[in-house]
């Protein structure tokens, strides 16, 4: 006759407890490794954390050399008496030269339109209707120096820009008032720049 026994395994109320911290404790960790890796694996996602890429692109700007002239006009008087006044007579008036920093540039004079040509320098010629005046444009105060465009004896003048404007000096001379008829006498002159 076999005989069945039964064992009975009476636990602890402190093992029990021992038991459910360290299931808690694999649970704990388990949980903390698997989201630890879920991070490692975010941060190597392109997606969400993508490397720095440089590149570069050229700013560039293109200055080009420019000027400008302008004259104001030569007047040697507005009632000259012929039979009083000193000749030569002289009178003085500005060209404004503005050009970009550091270009250089040359300011020629024409003979006038009276002239009979642009290069008959030794021909200038103030008129009042069929009525003649000589007179001369010079580049010094001495009044040696003619100013034309560098032909027919003449010089012009050379200068480089600064970037603001620049005055320069029209030196003028009547040589002589004789037998001259009363009149308002006029010319005009074409100033030409080139740089």
């Not at 109320?13 to 021992?18: D, E, I, L, N, T």
């Not at 941060?43 to 890429?53: M, Q, Y």
């Not at 300011?107 to 069929?130: D, E, I, Y």
């Not at 002589?176 to 006029?186: D, E, I, K, W």
Request: hydrophobic fraction near 35%; aromatic fraction near 6%; charge should be positive.
């Amino acid at each position: 006759m076999h005989t069945t026994r039964q064992a009975t395994v009476i636990r602890q109320p402190q093992a029990v407890a021992a038991q459910r911290a360290q299931r808690l404790q694999r649970a704990l960790l388990l949980s903390g490794l698997a989201l630890a890796g879920g991070l490692l694996v975010g941060l190597s996602d392109p997606a969400r954390a993508a490397t720095p890429v440089s590149n570069t692109f050229q700013v560039q700007a293109t200055i080009t050399s420019s000027c400008t002239v302008s004259g104001s006009s030569l007047n040697f008087g507005s009632a000259i008496d012929p039979l009083a006044a000193a000749t030569p007579l002289d009178a003085t008036s500005t060209l404004t030269v503005t050009c970009s920093n550091t270009t250089p540039y040359t300011v020629a004079l024409n003979a006038g339109t009276n002239a009979g040509g642009a290069t008959n320098f030794a021909s200038r010629t103030m008129k009042s209707g069929s009525d003649t005046l000589a007179y001369q444009l010079y580049l010094d105060s001495g009044r040696s120096t003619v100013w034309g465009d560098g032909s027919s004896s003449s010089s012009n003048k050379s200068g480089t820009g600064i970037g603001t404007a620049q005055t320069l000096s029209v030196y003028g001379r009547i040589p002589s008032l004789a037998n001259v008829v009363p009149g308002s006498y006029t010319d005009t002159v074409t100033v030409t720049i080139s740089y």
